[in-house]
């Protein structure tokens, strides 16, 4: 956990969040870009039209750190203008939209590639003459950085060749940034569900020998069926299982844990989740907030259990509600002791907690 | 990393385009008066702590915080080290506002899920005896655009004993101890 200085994003980010992050907090519930009201008419976007720019962190980096870099796109034109969802990070990179090279040489792009239909309204971004949306994507999952040195790094949707046809409809390009990388290995995401591409994929990061990436992948696909299994619980009859952990039975109190798991379940299901098993300290596991959906787990996470109390699967739960962009919960109590008494001492807190909503999931002993 | 806040606020950016609500920190209700025993009870009347800081820094450089426990009773105290500088930022320990904003600014430090504790995870504090540690806030916190900031310990102490045999909690027995700290107030330039 070292932190080195570099904070370039200074200037456009008191740009972007002026101009759309106070936009959007006074509608929440509008998604940029999305349901278009009926009637309403967006003109395809064209060069020029969109901004592209790329920001990342600090301007180098160590191999154990992932490479996030923020995508702005900003509508310049004095319309509202449309952009293919597929040609934007908004529902995951699901394409080569970077161009990335490495002294010169281009880094191999290991991600998904997928054949699209011909576009419905659904897959276009909306965005009003000046809004801005960001993205921030973790690209070590899908580029090559196995190499050290100085990448180059810029945005180019036109990088990709499988949407033949629909090329022309909205370039998206941006300045490139520069940055030096150490080089680390590249660990090819695992794919999931029965010989289907899905938008979810995990991939892990130094899980080898005592550590193997298997377990990962036992322990992400254990923390998904108990994910689906509080999903059904809290959509059912509302019992000792649900005030054991949270508190009073109310529709506002269920409300809030059934939005939780729904966030929750839907970042398992369609996010890149990367597990990284470099931690050695004594805890389970930890995250930044700040930065979905990468989940370090340390020694604790390899003793424990694949299911039940305090268990692999259900460690990974508590590190999935933590994410800002997911349930947003903190640690104000350790252990399901401590847990059971916060429920009774400050039920809000209990449901703010991310070890109440493991011990909801892992439901050992199991309760009604 | 001193980019830090400026994650915090992509972040909430997405957030905030995705529907899923705007505040970072959740509201959170006075804890309700509970019944402490009277062993807590004068712990928590005797522990006694300090927060300082400088009163000025360069925008980009360290804000280090020394954060200090002092036993004043005549028994020596067992504190658990968990969610305090004693042991770095390992959570979101501190409030910190910036220019009077009634908001806090977003936590961008790791979020740790802790092992049962171990004796290692206590301080002792013999009778009059103080431990400290320091910690930059800086990175985790986001203190790197000049402004004024208020920078409060949150507390509560997770566990604090003057019973040996208490140590460590076993099966989550914690007895936590509310603490006042004095705020600490920086300006970055």
């Not at chain 1, 200037?11 to 519930?29: D, F, Q, R, T």
């Not at chain 1, 923390?223 to 019992?239: D, E, F, H, K, P």
């Not at chain 2, 980009?60 to 020596?76: A, C, I, M, R, S």
């Not at chain 2, 990175?139 to 507390?155: D, K, M, N, S, V």
Request: glycine fraction near 8%; aromatic fraction near 8%.
């Amino acid at each position: 956990m070292s932190f080195s200085s570099g904070g370039r994003l200074n200037w456009w980010m008191g740009a972007v969040v002026s101009v759309s992050l106070l936009g959007a907090c006074g509608a929440p519930e509008e998604r940029a870009g999305e349901v278009p009201t009926e009637g309403e008419s967006a003109r395809d976007a064209v060069a020029g039209d969109v901004a592209v720019k790329l920001s990342v962190p600090r301007s180098s980096l160590a191999a154990r750190e992932s490479v996030s870099v923020t995508v702005t796109l900003t509508n310049v034109a004095k319309d509202t203008v449309r952009l293919l969802k597929w040609h934007t990070p908004t529902d995951g990179l699901k394409e080569d939209l970077f161009a990335v090279t490495v002294d010169g040489a281009k880094a191999e792009y290991n991600g998904r590639h997928y054949k699209w239909a011909t576009p419905v309204t659904t897959d276009f971004l909306r965005l009003a003459a000046g809004e801005s949306v960001s993205y921030t994507v973790d690209l070590g999952t899908i580029y090559d950085f196995s190499k050290t040195g100085s990448y180059s790094i810029r945005y180019d949707s036109d990088g990709h060749h499988s949407d033949v046809g629909h090329e022309g409809i909205s370039q998206l390009r941006s300045d490139s940034v520069e940055l030096f990388i150490e080089g680390r290995e590249f660990q090819a995401p695992v794919a999931w569900g029965n010989d289907t591409v899905t938008a979810q994929a995990l991939s892990t990061s130094s899980c080898t020998g005592s550590r193997p990436a298997s377990t990962v992948s036992t322990a992400f696909s254990t923390a998904q069926s108990m994910t689906n299994n509080s999903v059904s619980y809290l959509n059912g009859t509302i019992g000792q299982r649900f005030t054991t952990w949270f508190g009073p039975n109310t529709s506002s109190n269920v409300s809030t844990i059934r939005s939780h798991f729904a966030a929750i379940k839907s970042a398992f299901d369609t996010r890149n989740v990367i597990v990284d098993c470099a931690c050695s300290d004594s805890a389970y596991a930890y995250v930044y907030k700040n930065q979905p959906y990468r989940i370090y787990v340390c020694n604790a996470f390899w003793s424990a259990p694949m299911s039940g109390t305090d268990s692999k699967g259900g460690t990974l739960i508590h590190e999935m509600s933590h994410f800002t962009v997911v349930a947003d919960t903190d640690d104000h109590a350790y252990g399901q002791s401590a847990c059971r008494s916060l429920t009774s001492s400050n039920s809000a807190r209990a449901r703010d907690n991310a070890d109440s909503h493991e011990y909801f999931a892992e439901n050992t002993p199991a309760l009604p | 990393m001193t980019t830090r806040g400026h994650v915090g606020r992509i972040a909430l950016l997405t957030l905030a385009i995705t529907g899923s609500g705007c505040a970072t920190r959740k509201e959170e209700t006075a804890p309700p008066a509970d019944a402490r025993t009277q062993e807590e009870a004068a712990v928590a009347k005797t522990l006694e702590c300090t927060l300082t800081g400088p009163a000025q820094v360069k925008a980009g450089e360290p804000v280090e915080l020394v954060f200090k426990l002092t036993n004043p009773t005549k028994e020596p105290l067992y504190v658990l080290k968990w969610h305090t500088p004693l042991e770095g930022i390992r959570n979101d320990i501190f409030l910190v506002s910036r220019d009077g904003a009634a908001s806090a600014l977003p936590y961008g430090g790791p979020m740790m899920k802790r092992a049962p504790p171990t004796a290692s995870s206590y301080a002792t504090l013999a009778p009059g005896e103080s431990v400290e540690g320091t910690v930059d806030v800086a990175p985790a916190y986001g203190l790197q655009e000049p402004g004024t900031y208020r920078i409060t310990f949150q507390g509560p102490l997770m566990d604090v004993t003057s019973d040996q045999a208490k140590v460590p909690a076993l099966a989550g027995e914690y007895h936590d101890v509310a603490l006042k700290c004095p705020e600490v107030v920086v300006t970055v330039t």
